[in-house]
């Protein structure tokens, strides 16, 4: 199953297509078939991007009753589709909605289901590795049988090009929806407050963090100028949200967002497990913390043990001597 939005097929989809051709080349050239639901905001966006992974078929569900999002109606319209193509494997993204629409359909097609998967084991039976714990621990876990489902953890695949483009056909097709299926279903949405996003600190290469060290709403200044001299963006922990030192959308963990920057810079911040599972995904992770023995020291790759108050300002002078 594919997201889509203005831009076409979104990341995580766009990972979660790579996961598949990966896995279809593995099990000796399974091809991959998306499937989108619903109205596509951009018809060729999306087909551009399927071609660029490689996808051999779009099947489009279209009913005016999938309007609006529904996690059975959609689960029965990817259960159409897995049944007809006798599908291996049947693969979305981790997303609230993948995870929602994903869990109906193994439900529906009476076979496992393996969440917070980050890589598989393309040998029959299947073996995936998966986070469990907030991503503190590995789970290895074995998918036997006719047909499995997966959902692929955000950013634990890079979505990279096939090798040769395809170009997909579009199998327009009608779900069979029943009453009960339409039951549940979206009937509201309200807007975003101005500011309330997460995608910069989600795209963003360089992250700078900040935790209860910075000591208070007021604390923030020179942390915020290093996010700038970085050009990166600012990532908190859940005691700088709970305290109402800054906005929740800034949150980086378990219950925040999920970040893979090159750089994360984790300024006074513990590095409990539930911020851990939003950030180990970094590339490089530098830990400024008074205590050397903070988790998040002893994970980093490299720490300062200091005051980051007496830190980050020196570091912020030395970038902007260098960067004139
Ligand atoms: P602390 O643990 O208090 O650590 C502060 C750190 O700053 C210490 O290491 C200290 O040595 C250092 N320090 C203090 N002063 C300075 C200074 N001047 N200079 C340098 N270093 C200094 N947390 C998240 O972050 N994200 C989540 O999504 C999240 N989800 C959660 C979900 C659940 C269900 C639960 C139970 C908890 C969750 N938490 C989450 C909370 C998590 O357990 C920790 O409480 C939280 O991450 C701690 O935040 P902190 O590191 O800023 O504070």
């Avoid at 076979?111 to 917070?116: H, Q, R, T, V």
């Avoid at 200044?221 to 963006?233: F, K, P, Q, V």
Wanted: aromatic share 4%.
């Amino acid at each position: 199953m594919i997201e889509t939005d203005s831009q076409g097929v979104t990341l995580t989809s766009r990972e979660s297509l790579t996961f598949a051709r990966t896995l279809g080349e593995q099990l000796g050239g399974h091809e991959v078939e998306a499937v989108a639901i619903g109205p596509l905001a951009d018809q060729p966006a999306v087909l551009a991007h399927l071609a660029e992974q490689g996808v051999t078929i779009l099947h489009h569900a279209e009913d005016d009753r999938l309007n609006a999002y529904g996690a059975a109606a959609w689960a029965a319209a990817l259960t159409d589709v897995a049944s007809s193509t006798s599908a291996r494997v049947v693969i979305g993204s981790g997303t609230p909605r993948g995870m929602d629409v994903l869990a109906h359909v193994a439900t529906r097609l009476d076979c496992l289901m393996a969440a917070n998967v980050i890589a598989v084991d393309g040998t029959e039976p299947l073996t995936v590795s998966r986070q469990v714990m907030g991503g503190g621990v590995f789970e290895q876990m074995r998918l036997a049988g006719q047909v499995a489902v997966i959902a692929v953890a955000g950013h634990a695949v890079e979505a990279v090009p096939a090798a040769q483009p395809s170009t997909p056909r579009v199998d327009t097709y009608a779900p069979t929806l029943t009453d009960a299926d339409l039951l549940t279903r979206v009937v509201r949405t309200e807007k975003k407050e101005a500011g309330d996003d997460t995608s910069a600190l989600t795209r963003a290469k360089v992250v700078v963090g900040a935790g209860r060290g910075a000591g208070g709403a007021d604390g923030f200044t020179d942390l915020l100028e290093l996010t700038d001299l970085l050009g990166g963006a600012l990532g908190v922990s859940r005691v700088v949200t709970s305290l109402g030192w800054r906005p929740h959308h800034e949150q980086v963990g378990q219950t925040g967002s999920r970040i893979s920057p090159d750089l994360y810079v984790a300024c006074g911040i513990s590095g409990a497990i539930q911020h851990w599972a939003g950030c180990q995904s970094a590339k490089t992770i530098l830990a400024i913390n008074t205590d050397a023995d903070a988790p998040m020291v002893t994970k980093a790759h490299y720490a300062v043990i200091g005051d980051l108050h007496e830190i980050v300002p020196a570091i912020n002078e030395e970038l902007r001597r260098r960067l004139g």
